[in-house]
């Protein structure tokens, strides 16, 4: 299952430059409004050691990390669902998304030019969040009057109708759908054909130089201002330098500015945690694999992300986790020792779980 997030900001908070550093693509990150005027989407691999050391144990050819896409819209300012600046069109881009990340800045530089005069991370979180606000609300009204005539006609239902109205009157609140979700009893799996933004979990990135970076009180504070939400503090020109070096020069690096991994890892990961996803693995002499589903699949779930047949064929999983395959030294080892474990349609997967399907459709080969 592929995982996509919408980054949105105001202009020149940093968030081409995270961009590029997330893609190490080359698109414009110029020092005024405007500057990304096409949609921009990155396809960035998820760290994961464990692929390295499969690899190696199992002498494949290559190793397919699981993926997070990201798309780059045009920096929003205060009043675009009216039009203003470049106006709500590039909202659209990013509906499809399952996360928003949310940059906001937190350096100071006198050379980059902030729209509203001012770095006030709060103040620019509130910005945002109102226009995606109203540009649910836009949404929202513009539907309403066509659910509630075809309710009348039976061709949606009552649930969905009441998740909408209730959608307009938590919006009109000024509140984001995700969050009022749980006190407001609100479905958001009601809201889903809507493609409203604020019913997508957020993440707030928010772009600091070393100086706020140092900055443990202002860090706990503002994680606190957008709790439950994820906050990931980085420096988005830091990392994109970081992305230039080759990997030892990058953990040296890293290194001296006294962190253990890079930012863009955190927000990789915060992503997954955010969606409530992990990976499992598998293994051969092709490839060593990543593979991405929900905490809480079943067996044959996860077998249906590699293809639906083995999904609809599943017999059983061969299952050994990856710590124990890593201090056994081969999967015949596992076995051996009995750390191989035969599982059947009810087995609930868990992160790190190496795993060899075996499956009834012909043409799968019988097992993967």
Known sequence: MALTIGIVGLPNVGKSTLFNALTRAQVLAANYPFATIEPNVGVVPLPDERLNQLAELFHSEKTVPATV?????????????????????????IREAEAICQVTRGFHDPDVIHVNGTVDPDDDIETITTELVLADMQSVEKALPRLQKELTNKKVSKEH????????????????????????????????????????????????????????????????????????????????????????????????????????????????????????????????????????????????????????????????????????????????AGKARMEGKDYIMKDGDVVEFRSGIPSGGGKK
């Open 69 to 93: 896409s990201f798309v780059d819209i045009a920096g929003i300012v205060k009043g675009a669902s009216e039009g203003e600046g470049l106006g709500n069109q590039f909202l659209a881009n």
């Open 161 to 336: 109708v009441a998740a909408v109205e209730q959608a307009l009157k938590v919006l009109e609140d000024g509140r984001t759908l995700y969050s009022a979700a749980a006190s407001e009893k609100l479905d958001l799996q009601e809201l889903k054909p809507l493609q409203l933004l604020t019913a997508k979990p957020f993440i707030y990135v928010f772009n600091m130089d070393d100086e706020g970076l140092a900055d443990e009180a202002l860090k706990t504070r503002l994680a606190e201002s957008v709790a439950p939400a994820t906050a990931v503090f980085l420096d988005a020109q830091f990392e994109s330098e970081l992305v230039e070096l080759d990997e030892d020069e990058a953990t040296e690096m890293l290194h001296e500015a006294g962190y253990d991994e890079s930012g863009l890892e955190k927000l990789a990961k915060a992503g997954f945690g955010t969606l409530g996803l992990q990976t499992y693995l598998t293994a051969g002499p092709k490839e060593a694999r990543a593979w991405t589903i929900p905490i809480g699949a079943t067996a044959p779930e996860a077998a249906g992300v590699i293809h639906t047949d083995f999904q609809r064929g599943f017999i059983k999983a061969e299952v050994i986790s990856f710590e124990d395959l890593m201090e056994a030294g081969s999967t015949q080892a596992a076995r051996a």
